[in-house]
Protein backbone atom coordinates (compact mmCIF):
# COMPACT_ATOMS: atom_id res chain seq x y z
CA UNK A 1 0.00 0.00 0.00
CA UNK A 2 2.97 2.34 0.87
CA UNK A 3 4.05 1.88 -3.02
CA UNK A 4 0.64 2.60 -4.04
CA UNK A 5 0.32 6.09 -2.32
CA UNK A 6 3.99 6.45 -3.30
CA UNK A 7 2.84 6.21 -6.56
CA UNK A 8 -0.23 8.19 -6.56
CA UNK A 9 2.08 10.94 -4.63
CA UNK A 10 4.06 11.01 -7.84
CA UNK A 11 1.17 10.95 -10.39
CA UNK A 12 0.11 13.63 -8.64
CA UNK A 13 3.17 16.23 -8.32
CA UNK A 14 3.85 15.04 -12.65
CA UNK A 15 0.05 16.10 -13.16
CA UNK A 16 0.78 19.55 -10.93
CA UNK A 17 4.12 20.54 -12.74
CA UNK A 18 2.50 19.55 -16.36
CA UNK A 19 -0.35 21.79 -15.79
CA UNK A 20 1.65 24.89 -14.28
CA UNK A 21 4.42 24.59 -16.72
CA UNK A 22 5.20 26.57 -19.81
CA UNK A 23 3.61 25.19 -23.46
CA UNK A 24 7.05 24.02 -23.85
CA UNK A 25 6.23 21.08 -21.87
CA UNK A 26 2.79 20.09 -24.33
CA UNK A 27 4.24 16.74 -24.83
CA UNK A 28 4.72 15.83 -21.19
CA UNK A 29 1.09 17.02 -20.11
CA UNK A 30 0.19 15.08 -22.96
CA UNK A 31 1.63 11.84 -21.74
CA UNK A 32 0.45 12.35 -18.34
CA UNK A 33 -3.03 12.91 -19.89
CA UNK A 34 -2.44 9.38 -22.14
CA UNK A 35 -1.27 7.76 -18.71
CA UNK A 36 -4.06 8.77 -16.97
CA UNK A 37 -6.86 6.76 -19.53
CA UNK A 38 -4.30 3.95 -20.21
CA UNK A 39 -4.11 3.12 -15.47
CA UNK A 40 -8.16 3.39 -16.11
CA UNK A 41 -7.96 0.94 -18.94
CA UNK A 42 -5.44 -1.53 -16.38
CA UNK A 43 -7.99 -1.34 -14.04
CA UNK A 44 -11.12 -1.92 -15.66
CA UNK A 45 -9.05 -5.00 -18.07
CA UNK A 46 -7.96 -6.41 -14.01
CA UNK A 47 -11.10 -6.34 -13.16
CA UNK A 48 -12.01 -8.47 -16.63
CA UNK A 49 -8.88 -10.70 -16.61
CA UNK A 50 -8.73 -11.40 -12.73
CA UNK A 51 -10.48 -9.95 -10.15
CA UNK A 52 -14.06 -11.29 -11.89
CA UNK A 53 -13.02 -15.13 -11.69
CA UNK A 54 -12.94 -14.84 -7.99
CA UNK A 55 -16.24 -12.96 -8.02
CA UNK A 56 -17.61 -15.93 -10.36
CA UNK A 57 -15.31 -18.83 -8.55
CA UNK A 58 -14.87 -19.81 -12.41
CA UNK A 59 -11.92 -19.29 -14.52
CA UNK A 60 -13.52 -19.56 -17.56
CA UNK A 61 -15.99 -16.69 -16.73
CA UNK A 62 -14.88 -12.92 -17.72
CA UNK A 63 -17.81 -11.02 -18.14
CA UNK A 64 -17.14 -7.83 -16.81
CA UNK A 65 -21.19 -7.18 -16.32
CA UNK A 66 -22.32 -9.89 -14.69
CA UNK A 67 -20.69 -8.66 -11.18
CA UNK A 68 -23.76 -5.94 -11.53
CA UNK A 69 -26.02 -9.24 -11.36
CA UNK A 70 -28.22 -10.18 -8.20
CA UNK A 71 -26.36 -13.26 -8.05
CA UNK A 72 -22.87 -11.81 -7.22
CA UNK A 73 -24.76 -9.42 -4.66
CA UNK A 74 -24.64 -6.40 -7.41
CA UNK A 75 -20.83 -6.42 -6.29
CA UNK A 76 -20.09 -4.86 -9.62
CA UNK A 77 -22.13 -1.37 -8.70
CA UNK A 78 -19.95 -0.54 -5.55
CA UNK A 79 -16.55 -1.97 -7.35
CA UNK A 80 -17.08 0.22 -10.67
CA UNK A 81 -18.69 3.18 -8.86
CA UNK A 82 -15.86 3.61 -6.28
CA UNK A 83 -13.09 3.25 -9.45
CA UNK A 84 -14.93 5.80 -11.72
CA UNK A 85 -15.34 8.40 -8.40
CA UNK A 86 -11.59 7.54 -7.39
CA UNK A 87 -10.45 8.37 -10.98
CA UNK A 88 -12.76 11.87 -11.48
CA UNK A 89 -11.90 12.90 -8.42
CA UNK A 90 -8.13 12.61 -9.07
CA UNK A 91 -8.46 13.99 -12.67
CA UNK A 92 -10.36 16.73 -11.38
CA UNK A 93 -8.48 17.84 -8.58
CA UNK A 94 -5.58 18.10 -11.11
CA UNK A 95 -7.56 20.30 -14.05
CA UNK A 96 -8.25 22.59 -11.35
CA UNK A 97 -5.01 22.73 -10.75
CA UNK A 98 -4.58 25.24 -13.29
CA UNK A 99 -7.35 27.56 -11.95
CA UNK A 100 -5.29 28.60 -8.71
CA UNK A 101 -3.27 30.66 -11.07
CA UNK A 102 -6.00 32.77 -11.06
CA UNK A 103 -5.92 35.40 -7.44
CA UNK A 104 -8.93 35.26 -6.40
CA UNK A 105 -9.44 31.67 -6.93
CA UNK A 106 -6.87 30.10 -4.86
CA UNK A 107 -7.59 29.39 -1.51
CA UNK A 108 -11.23 28.21 -2.78
CA UNK A 109 -9.06 25.84 -5.24
CA UNK A 110 -7.05 24.47 -2.73
CA UNK A 111 -9.70 24.17 -0.31
CA UNK A 112 -11.79 22.11 -2.94
CA UNK A 113 -8.96 20.22 -4.13
CA UNK A 114 -8.14 18.57 -0.67
CA UNK A 115 -11.66 17.35 -0.45
CA UNK A 116 -11.50 16.30 -3.85
CA UNK A 117 -8.02 14.05 -3.17
CA UNK A 118 -9.65 12.37 0.05
CA UNK A 119 -12.67 11.55 -1.82
CA UNK A 120 -10.25 10.23 -4.37
CA UNK A 121 -8.17 8.10 -2.20
CA UNK A 122 -11.32 6.91 0.00
CA UNK A 123 -12.94 5.70 -4.14
CA UNK A 124 -9.50 3.94 -4.77
CA UNK A 125 -9.00 2.48 -1.24
CA UNK A 126 -12.45 1.07 -1.60
CA UNK A 127 -12.10 0.07 -4.82
CA UNK A 128 -8.47 -2.06 -4.21
CA UNK A 129 -10.89 -3.59 -0.83
CA UNK A 130 -13.20 -4.77 -2.79
CA UNK A 131 -11.19 -6.50 -5.55
CA UNK A 132 -8.88 -7.91 -2.50
CA UNK A 133 -11.91 -9.17 -0.52
CA UNK A 134 -12.90 -12.17 -2.66
CA UNK A 135 -9.13 -13.32 -3.83
CA UNK A 136 -8.21 -13.57 0.02
CA UNK A 137 -11.31 -14.97 1.93
CA UNK A 138 -12.80 -17.13 -1.14
CA UNK A 139 -12.45 -20.57 -1.01
CA UNK A 140 -11.72 -20.69 -4.96
CA UNK A 141 -7.90 -21.04 -5.88
CA UNK A 142 -6.33 -20.70 -8.90
CA UNK A 143 -4.27 -24.03 -8.94
CA UNK A 144 -1.81 -24.45 -12.29
CA UNK A 145 -1.49 -28.32 -12.96
CA UNK A 146 1.62 -30.02 -14.53
CA UNK A 147 1.53 -32.62 -16.82
Known sequence: LSSLSYDTMTFKCSLYLCLKSPPIYKPIKNAVISTIKNLFTIAVLSIVSFVSIYFYELPTHHCPFDILQQAYGYVGYPLYGSLFAGVFFGVIS????????????????EAAQRVWLVLAAIGISVFVAICTWP???????????EC
Open 135 to 145: IVFSSFRVVVY
Open 94 to 109: GVAQSFKRIPSLTTTV
